[in-house]
């Protein structure tokens, strides 16, 4: 379709400390203006909270959280005639994982008084009970696509 060069997908080395890809992604999104090892005590801090609080394996613990709270469907605004609708359409996996994270951390973030580290395990713990903001982003989101369905025809 367009004329740019196609992306070069160099792929992403595992974190060093439980050689999980995923937390390697995960760090990089909380990193701020390069500063790699900040986002790492902050991630690294987190599962060790995680791994007081729930007494499992903190990286299957974050894992579960992250599927629950990754997005299957999702609305885009699509114009056809003068109208605008709301089309929903399936995410795709590398925008899953981006919204999730997204979402994860907005939820954090809302929460006051706390380190990040403790505000980003107590998110995790929710999600995987079902409950919390990211939880209730995702809802929305699935919700919205849900209500939307009658304009699926349009996903081209």
């Not at 954090?108 to 939880?135: F, Q, R, Y």
């Amino acid at each position: 379709m367009g004329r740019r060069k196609k992306r070069i997908d160099r792929g992403i080395k595992p974190d060093f400390k439980y050689n999980n890809a995923l937390i390697a992604r995960f760090i990089n999104y909380i990193m701020k203006d390069g500063k790699k090892t900040v986002a790492t005590k902050v991630v690294y801090g987190m599962l060790e909270i995680i791994k007081e609080k729930s007494e499992k394996d903190p990286v299957e613990v974050f894992e579960d959280a992250f599927n629950k709270v990754a997005p299957i469907l999702e609305v885009k605004s699509k114009r056809i005639g003068g109208a605008t609708y709301q089309v929903p359409m399936e995410v795709r996996g590398d925008r899953r994982m981006q919204l999730a994270f997204r979402w994860l951390i907005g939820a954090a973030k809302d929460k006051k008084g706390k380190p990040m580290a403790s505000k980003l395990a107590e998110e995790v713990l929710d999600i995987t009970n079902g409950t919390g903001n990211a939880m209730k982003k995702r809802e929305d989101v699935q919700k919205m696509a849900e209500a939307n369905r009658a304009f699926a025809h349009f996903a081209r």
